[in-house]
């Protein structure tokens, strides 16, 4: 088959969702539908068990499942689907804000009770930044929630999105009778019973066809039409090239623990989400059909084997083909690197391939070589753009407890820094390190890999920092730019790029810092438009 084919073939996308709306079970369902599970309960759950904290067993056990369901690969009517992993914990937002720079589209799980919830809105303020499609799942449709009308409505409020619903419940919780497809135009009721298969449909174009209240009662088959004109009447038509553009965003009703309304939505994805995306190096727009190999580094995952240091570095591949034993450049290190051995991801398997192609999904074996962020090509001098760091939210002087230990600490600090765990930042005046996390937990993970894994022990003291702002200074009038680095120097540090930061302790400090100087922007997030 030729590159063109191959990569036309490929949907890598991620599911993002608040903790508990059913992104595990949603996956699990669509490996069922794609035949790489055969039953449900195969996919382990991704997920840290709530007052988690200080189980460091559990951290652990998570580390391994986390590489296990990095990647779950399977075909599906002749598409390969490469579903990306996203941690749903809010301690390791972080990490999902990174994997969503690998995928090409998203769908969004909202819980129908719960609504949009806070972690489901930083997460697609993230993916409209981006302009990433989006297919937005309503779930648990068997249980008692809100109003279709009113979650449309609060998706569109709460998220910023523009939505379309491709299908529409006949009722709901303990009267839910089944889903109307608008994409499909049929009618899939619901038994409750079918948790494994696929149910049946009803093909049902013209709506008005009186035996609709044959199969769903008068009342509900009533309600249905009223709704559905309300839905022709208020919400535009699904346009392939807005949802693409980011612009409109198509919304699926189910029940994935029912197996319920998964088909369709499945369906409709493989029929109109992207196949891989041309991305943005700081050279160039780089297209998936060129035939060179290019890639970039996304995530790192240390080894569960804390004698071996390696690690697996998780490279998107942006264009062409991977080849195992081919060498290709590391752009930072300005150094050739031949890879034997490729993991490739299928269902919860990593296997070692020949071959992988644009919109893949490859694991390599690394031994301190990569940093996230870090391009391979088979020449070309390129930089990927868009993986920025965004404000932590947590910050702590991490001070070393063995002295006899101060280069394993060191290199610890630094090669966890790499991975991405947290972000380090080193204060101008006194040279002191801080860590920055986007949770509490991410100080107990560093605390103890620094121990077990590099022999290196750790202790920390607050900080009184609010927030990141990274400087933005091409524009900023020298003057007061020399008076705004004299009066902040205690509070001014270097990220792990040197790229100079302010440490706000609080919301009226940037305020005010931005009013009293104002050609000195202050950034939340480390990649400036
Ligand atoms: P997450 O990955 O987004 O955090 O959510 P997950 O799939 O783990 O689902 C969270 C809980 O919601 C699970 O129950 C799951 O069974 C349930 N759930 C998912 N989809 C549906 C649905 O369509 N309807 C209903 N009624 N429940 C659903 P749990 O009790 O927390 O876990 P478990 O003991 O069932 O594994």
Redesign the pocket.
């Known amino acids: 088959m030729s590159l063109v084919n191959e990569i036309h073939k490929r949907r890598t996308f991620g599911?993002i969702?608040?903790?508990?709306?059913?992104?595990?079970?949603?996956?699990?369902k669509l490996l069922l539908f794609g035949g790489a599970i055969q039953e449900a309960?195969a996919v382990k759950?991704?997920?840290i068990k709530k007052g988690a904290t200080s189980d460091f067993m559990e951290i652990e056990r998570q580390r391994g499942i986390s590489v296990a369901t990095s990647v779950l690969a399977f075909i599906y009517k002749d598409k390969k689907i490469n579903i990306l992993d996203t941690p749903?914990h809010k301690d390791f937002a972080e990490d999902t804000f990174r994997t969503l720079t690998a995928v090409d589209s998203v769908i969004v799980?909202i819980?129908v009770a719960k609504g949009v919830e806070e972690q489901t809105e930083k997460l697609v303020r993230v993916c409209r930044m981006r302009n990433i499609p989006m297919i937005v799942f309503i779930?648990?449709?068997?249980?008692e929630g809100k109003d279709a009308f009113d979650l449309l409505d609060e998706v569109e409020q709460k998220l910023g999105l523009k939505v379309t619903p491709l299908s529409f419940p006949i009722g709901m919780g303990f009267d839910f009778k089944g889903i109307y497809n608008i994409w499909e135009k049929n009618i899939n009721l619901f038994t409750g019973q079918n948790k494994q298969t696929v149910e049946d449909t009803i093909a049902f174009d013209d709506i008005q066809n009186l035996e609709l209240d044959n199969i769903i009662g008068e009342s509900h088959a009533e309600e249905l039409r009223d709704n559905l004109e309300l839905v022709y009447e208020v919400y535009p038509k699904f346009d392939q090239q807005a949802y693409m553009d980011g612009d409109l965003q198509p919304v699926f009703f189910?029940?994935?623990?029912?197996n319920?309304g998964v088909r369709e939505l499945l369906d409709c994805f493989t029929e109109i989400a992207p196949s891989p995306l041309p991305k943005h190096a700081e050279e160039r727009l780089v297209k998936p059909e060129e035939p060179k190999f290019s890639g970039f580094v996304f995530k790192i995952h240390a080894n569960m084997d804390p004698k071996h240091r390696d690690r697996l570095a998780f490279i998107k591949i942006v264009s062409g083909t991977f080849e195992r034993n081919k060498p290709y450049l590391h752009i930072r290190h300005n150094k050739k690197l031949k890879f034997s051995s490729p993991n490739a991801f299928f269902a919860e398997k990593k296997e070692i391939v020949d071959i992988s192609y644009a919109g893949d999904i490859i694991g390599l074996h690394d031994t301190g070589n990569f940093k996230i962020g870090d391009t391979l090509t088979e020449g070309e001098q390129l930089h990927f753009k868009g993986i920025p760091s965004f404000s932590p939210e947590h910050f702590r002087y991490i001070n070393n407890a063995d002295p006899m230990k101060s280069k394993q600490l060191s290199k610890g600090i630094l090669q966890l820094m790499d991975e991405g765990v947290a972000q380090m930042f080193v204060l101008e005046f006194n040279g002191r390190k801080i860590i920055g996390t986007v949770g509490a937990l991410q100080y107990e993970v560093i605390q103890y890999r620094l121990e077990h894994e590099y022999g290196a022990k750790c202790s920390y003291e607050n900080f009184p920092a609010h927030k990141v702002c990274w400087i933005d200074d091409r524009e900023a009038d020298p003057v007061e730019l020399k008076e705004f680095l004299r009066v902040k120097n205690k509070f001014l540090a270097k990220d792990k790029e040197e790229r100079l930061v302010f440490l706000a302790d609080s919301e009226f400090t940037i305020q005010m810092t931005q009013q009293k100087y104002p050609s000195v922007k202050l950034q939340f997030v480390s990649e400036f438009e």
Do not use: C, W
């Open positions: 599911i969702s608040h903790p508990d709306a059913g992104k595990t079970t949603l996956t699990e309960g759950s991704n997920k749903g799980v819980d779930n648990k449709l068997d249980r189910g029940s994935a623990l029912n319920f």
